[in-house]
């Protein structure tokens, strides 16, 4: 992954990002889904590591356990549960160890070329860190990850 990272820089009162030098990043993930009872639950699990190999913040890791359940009981509809867990090694403010727990529902539309989603993510503990993308590998230290419970709406198409 190659990726420009931001850093913080005050213009007048406010705190604008401005981007840093390109860095280099090299990870990979294994992924595994087992449909427990066909057609109604699929239970899945993976794993990912990454690590920054040029660039700023060299000594950047981050580790990612992911386990997740869907249930399908009526057709066209998914409803489902997500963990994560990651640990993030680095000398910013966003290392250390993050868990996250999200719920989300899915309804297929369109014969599958339509997907609707509803998500609470972190919806465990709103004290945990809620996910958001600057809390993934390749943030800074402007990118200062929120906290507390989301709810987010999406609509994916296929081609």
């Known amino acids: 992954r190659h990726e ?3 850093e913080a820089q005050i213009v007048g009162a406010r705190l604008q990002p401005t981007n840093l030098e ?3 990043v090299l990870g990979g993930e294994v992924m595994a889904a087992v449909e427990v009872l ?3 639950l699929v239970v899945s699990a993976g ?3 990454a690590r920054t190999v040029d660039g700023p913040l060299l000594e950047n890791r981050l580790l990612t356990l992911l386990a997740s359940g869907e249930l399908t009981p009526l057709d066209g509809l998914a409803l489902g549960t997500r963990g994560r ?3 993030r090694e680095g000398d ?3 290392s250390g160890a993050v868990a996250l727990v999200d719920l989300y529902a899915s309804y297929r539309l369109v014969g599958e070329l339509l997907r609707v989603n509803a998500a609470i993510l972190n919806a465990t503990d709103a004290r945990e860190l809620s996910l958001d993308p600057a809390a ?3 943030s800074s230290d402007v990118a200062i990850p929120s906290r507390g419970r989301t709810f987010a709406v999406g609509v994916e198409g296929r081609l």
């Open 4 to 6: 420009n990272a931001i």
């Open 22 to 24: 390109p860095r280099l």
């Open 38 to 40: 066909p057609s109604l």
């Open 47 to 49: 794993a990912s590591l």
């Open 85 to 87: 867990g990651s640990l």
């Open 92 to 94: 910013d403010v966003a």
């Open 136 to 138: 993934l590998a390749g």
